[in-house]
Nanobody, 126 residues
Framework: QVQLVESGGGLVQAGDSLRLSCAAS????????MGWFRQAPGKEREFVSASSWIDSMAYYLDSVKGRFTISRDNAKNTLYLQMNNLKPEDTAVYYCAATPPFYTGSYYYSSGYVNWGQGTQVTVSS
């Protein structure tokens, strides 16, 4: 059974850092695009970042570029999101997600991801 489990969320002040982790199990994810999405109260889920299996590139939402860094350890089947200089507008539930193996569609849309974690809350106070 495929499972994604996020951890590392919490309550921090503006300017602080957090590192989210996503432990994947059930199969190998080295040939998946893996991503982070977030959903703030009253808002739709939005793309934050993705790590593409195709070109090993990282992609980011414009508002987090320069502050967030996605990385993956395929040997550990773990995805990370280092978040620096956090802002109150980053407050949301953060979800880890994985596409099917060898996926060649867009990394941006949540519809391309088939496995999702339960989410971890990130709250940034001003």
């Amino acid at each position: 059974q495929v499972q994604l489990v996020e951890s590392g969320g919490g309550l921090v002040q503006a300017g602080d850092s957090l590192r989210l982790s996503c432990a994947a199990s059930g199969r190998t994810f080295s040939s998946d695009t893996m991503g982070w999405f977030r959903q703030a109260p009253g808002k739709e889920r939005e793309f934050v970042s993705a790590s593409s299996w195709i070109d090993s590139m990282a992609y980011y939402l414009d508002s987090v570029k320069g502050r967030f860094t996605i990385s993956r350890d395929n040997a550990k089947n773990t995805l990370y999101l280092q978040m620096n200089n956090l802002k109150p507008e980053d407050t949301a539930v953060y979800y880890c997600a994985a596409t099917p193996p060898f996926y060649t569609g867009s990394y941006y849309y949540s519809s391309g991801y088939v496995n999702w974690g339960q989410g971890t809350q990130v709250t940034v106070s001003s």
